[in-house]
């Protein structure tokens, strides 16, 4: 089943009764350059994310909407894929317009349902519901295939490489080279494996791809999720999805939420491996290289944000993956 696009936002917040637009500070764990806006309609709210090639780094450092492409939200929106999510997932999206070079995401206003920022631990409970619902999200496309163009390896492991600071001056990327420095003069071995890759990832896709596949949402952190009252689960920010192995979306989780978590890195992997099984996926042989894959996967992403016993837990857990892949 295909979502209809409008090419005006007028034309789509004209379905939903008379409208303006206010200006909206974004939320503190948006880190890309996307504007938002605030559609109020009576005395509802919607949040308005306006996506563009030109003013967003992620999406440049993605290659996502490059040579005049259309952004891979809305190819997937177009698809149909939000609308064949589980239940338990709810992307809060109304509706999407394009006029060819900016995409604007009219999106349910879910902010009292969103994990609070900060620094506290999320509530056990609540992230162990987040990972019985990222693999039921796995189990439900389980052998997916993308057919459709969406995020490949190399846009999602490479993001981070320092060369990106050469043409992002601005924002998150200018930390990427002295990120990767820090964790060179502590780890260089690993340092230099994980920047190899991150220059050139097809070692890893060949790899990766000899596990099982589905699609991943790609950004499973805090700052994208939250609780509704009957318990589903509120996910946001379309912009990394595409096929992987199901543990690419837990590596993600482990590396970006890594200061929030309730228990440990260890549990939280066992927590979503049973999560898996009462799907109905079986995670006998492939598991392991598979979780080997991921977790280096997550490294090049964000390891240059590391350090301390942090850093310490990951050059343990991905330098001899990452070196066997050379």
């Not at 259309?70 to 939000?82: D, E, K, S, Y």
């Not at 970006?256 to 491996?273: G, H, M, Q």
Request: contains cysteine.
């Amino acid at each position: 089943m295909t979502s209809p696009v409008y090419d005006r936002l007028d034309d789509l917040l004209d379905t939903l009764g008379a409208w303006r637009l206010e200006p909206m500070d974004k939320h503190v764990d948006s880190l890309s350059g996307a504007p938002f806006e605030w559609a109020v309609v009576g005395d509802r709210r919607y949040v308005v994310k306006h996506i563009a090639h030109d003013s967003d780094w992620l999406m440049r450092a993605l290659h996502d909407g490059a040579d005049g492409a259309p952004p891979r939200a809305l190819i997937a929106w177009r698809a149909g894929v939000h609308a064949a999510l589980p239940e338990c997932l709810d992307p809060v999206i109304v509706g999407m317009a394009y006029d060819g070079k900016r995409l604007s995401q009219v999106m349910h206003d879910a902010g009292t349902t969103l994990v609070p920022p900060g620094d506290a631990p999320v509530p056990r409970e609540q992230h162990r519901r987040f990972l019985d619902h990222m693999a039921a999200l796995h189990a439900a496309f389980w052998g997916f295939t993308d057919s459709l163009g969406l995020t490949t390896p190399q846009d999602r492991y490479g993001f981070a490489h320092p060369r990106v600071a050469e043409r992002e001056t601005e924002g998150v990327p200018t930390l990427f080279p002295g990120g990767w420095a820090a964790v060179r003069a502590v780890a260089p071995e690993t340092a230099d494996l994980a920047l190899a890759l991150a220059a050139d990832a097809s070692p890893l896709a060949r790899a990766m791809a000899d596990g099982p596949q589905t699609f991943v949402h790609g950004d499973w952190k805090f700052g994208n999720l939250g609780s509704h009252p009957d318990g589903r689960t509120v996910l946001l920010d379309w912009a990394w999805h595409g096929q992987a192995p199901p543990l690419v979306d837990l590596g993600w989780y482990l590396a970006v939420n890594c200061d929030r978590l309730p228990e440990s890195k260890e549990d939280t992997i066992e927590a979503y491996r049973e999560a898996l099984e009462r799907h109905g996926v079986h995670t006998g042989e492939w598991w392991s290289r598979q979780l080997d894959l991921a977790l280096l996967g997550a490294f090049l992403q964000l390891g240059w944000s590391k350090s301390d016993g942090e850093l310490a837990w990951w050059t343990d857990r991905v330098t001899s993956t990452a070196a066997g892949l050379r």
